[in-house]
């Protein structure tokens, strides 16, 4: 497993890719030179040891040691153990509502990106919990499975959008039916499912799908991301707005917010409804009241005992200087018997 300390470094990178190109318009210019003002065949014979592969080696050379040294500033580590650790805290599995209807755009940017601004920033607050990840729109489908791995679950929270899923609709029902199957732990007595969504449920047995998830002792939060006021759900093409989408009665849907649902879902599987609005205010919110409930202890695998690596890279760097500095360019006998490029011609 390797860790990056300073990968800011990298930028550096961009020195070398300027070298080439001062490098390449050098060699240009340098032959374009000769054959305007002298005889290349004569040129030959007047510096015989002239050598253009060892001036092009040279540049490799010296430039595997500006990355080398490049990398040695990043330090890159390695975990060197895989330990068991003990940690203390919560399940929590988010639902997100990727269904069309989160594209609308009475929330900046639109509500789905919303959604996972809220959700990475509940992520970014937490100290030891566990989270997993449900998308769904029709029908609910796995994300992500409980993990401590918060990179892996921002990553994968990153790439969800509403095409992931061909079933339209929101099916509120089916993701929490879905988070029953991820708390596989018995002894849990913590388990929190925390639905992102506008609200809008097509399915009227959400409710006591709830309920039912309560009694396994599942606490629902719900946090809802749009307004009142709704907006239109835009059809876009290379992120061009083209249309808006229409009923069958060719009108432009306005969807809004549905706090009613969300609230009644919520208040049946003993948990709260969170207006989305501010983030701030909705990391607070949840961060309180994860930290207030009992937090069991559990088992997680992770790399411990990272070691330093930039000592190598460090002496690969030094050595092509080293090299290049002994490096002449001028042709010497083992070249000339190599005749590379020609240059004997």
Not at 116 to 138: C, E, F, H, P, W
Not at 139 to 168: R, W
Not at 204 to 220: C, H, L, M
Request: with cysteine; proline share 2%.
């Amino acid at each position: 497993m390797f860790q990056l300390e300073e990968d800011i470094w990298f930028w550096l990178l961009f020195i070398v890719l300027g070298m080439f190109i001062v490098f390449l318009w050098e060699q240009i210019w340098k032959k374009k030179t000769k054959r305007e003002f002298s005889d290349l065949e004569l040129l030959a014979r007047l510096s015989p040891d002239q050598s253009v592969f060892k001036s092009v080696l040279k540049f490799i050379v010296l430039s595997l040691s500006i990355v080398c040294l490049i990398i040695a500033l990043v330090n890159p580590k390695m975990g060197t153990s895989l330990q068991t650790v003990k940690r203390q805290g919560v399940d929590v599995v988010f639902a997100i509502d990727v269904s069309k209807s989160m594209l609308a755009e009475d929330i900046a940017p639109n509500r789905l990106e919303k959604a996972k601004q809220l959700t990475t920033q509940i992520i970014n607050s937490l100290v030891g919990d566990r989270v997993g990840i449900i998308a769904y729109a029709g029908k609910a489908i796995p994300q992500l499975p409980i993990t401590t791995d918060y990179a892996a679950a921002k990553m994968f929270l990153q790439n969800m959008n509403t095409e992931m899923l061909s079933s339209q609709g929101t099916a509120i029902n089916e993701a929490i039916q879905l988070s029953r199957s991820y708390y596989n732990d018995e002894e849990q007595t913590n388990r929190v499912l925390v639905i992102i969504s506008d609200g809008e449920d097509h399915n009227d047995s959400s409710v006591s799908v709830a309920e039912a998830a309560a009694k396994e002792g599942i606490k629902i939060y719900t946090i809802g991301v749009g307004s009142e006021k709704g907006g239109p759900i835009p059809l876009k093409k290379n992120g061009v707005v083209m249309s808006y989408k229409k009923n069958q009665s060719g009108e432009t849907v306005i969807t809004k917010i549905n706090k009613k649902t969300l609230a009644e879902i919520a208040e049946n599987a003993n948990g709260t409804y969170v207006d989305g609005k501010n983030t701030k205010s909705v990391t607070e919110t949840v961060s309180d009241i994860l930290n207030k409930m009992d937090k069991k202890e559990f088992e997680a695998k992770e790399f411990a005992e990272y070691e330093d690596q930039f000592q190598w890279f460090l002496g690969l760097g030094l050595f092509f200087l080293i090299l290049d500095i002994l490096f002449l360019e001028r042709k010497t006998a083992w070249l000339k018997r190599l005749n590379l490029f020609n240059e004997n011609l």
